[in-house]
């Protein structure tokens, strides 16, 4: 199975955090899977080319969410519900993992898949405007994730920093946006104004007090802050 290339990544000039061969090496470590839910899941996204954090970052996900023992989780932007799979995997039977999209037929894929895979249980997907939803959804949650629109992202922390409990995780992906956040001068964005509220969005949280914040560079850069 080949890696699901990010947006514009054929671009000899955007950046690759980590070299391929590191990647593939890491590939090699963590081993195939015979879940053919997964694969299905990343033959879709490969054939189609939709945007999924993919293998390792997956992984990484799942991990977190373990050792969080993470039991109530919120996803900005869902798709079809590729990384719900490995939060639900993590945060195991009884969880609860809010997720949310704006096109009704990504929840539908995404529970075609996750019941497949003896997931959907854990499944809260709901079809939306991601602000929206979590604005109407009560209470604290144990991680909150950020995969939208990338100029939404500097407003979605804004959100989500208040309503994460006290230890609790924020993820965001693409922190690193193929190398954009670093090039002088900045190369054409995907869509105008996304490397800045990339960049914004990095410093608000590097800045904050209340948390502790890293970026795994790991394909197009995860970046984890825990509210202390």
């Known amino acids: 199975m080949s890696e699901i290339k990010p947006p514009g990544l054929s671009n000899p000039s955007l950046l690759s955090p980590v070299d391929p061969k590191i990647e593939q090496y890491m590939r090699g470590l963590v081993g195939n899977t015979d879940d053919p839910v997964l694969l299905e899941m990343e033959r879709r996204a490969h054939e189609k080319g939709f945007p999924i954090v993919d293998r390792l970052v997956g992984i990484f996900l799942e991990t977190l969410t373990k050792l969080h023992k993470a039991r109530r989780i919120f996803e900005f932007g869902s798709g079809y519900g590729y990384s719900a799979y490995w939060f639900a995997r993590g945060a195991g ?6 997720c949310s999209d704006g096109d009704a037929s990504n929840r539908g894929l995404a529970e075609y898949f996750l019941k497949q895979a003896g997931l959907w249980e854990r499944i809260d997907f709901r079809v939306g405007f991601a602000q929206d939803v979590f604005q109407a959804t009560e209470g604290f949650f144990d991680i909150c994730y950020n995969d939208v629109d990338k100029g939404d992202y500097p407003e979605i922390w804004g959100m989500a920093r208040d309503r994460i409990a006290p230890g609790g995780l924020y993820i965001a992906d693409n922190a690193l946006w193929h190398g954009r956040v670093v090039m002088d001068p900045p190369l054409p964005d995907i869509v105008p104004g996304w490397t800045e509220a990339i960049v914004e969005h990095n410093r608000l ?6 948390f502790d914040a890293f970026i795994n560079p790991t394909r ?3 970046l984890v802050a825990r509210k202390k």
Not at 93 to 98: D, H, K, L, P, S
Not at 205 to 210: A, R
């Open 93 to 98: 039977t009884g969880a609860e993992i809010i």
């Open 205 to 210: 949280i590097f800045e904050d007090k209340g």
């Open 220 to 222: 197009d850069g995860v």
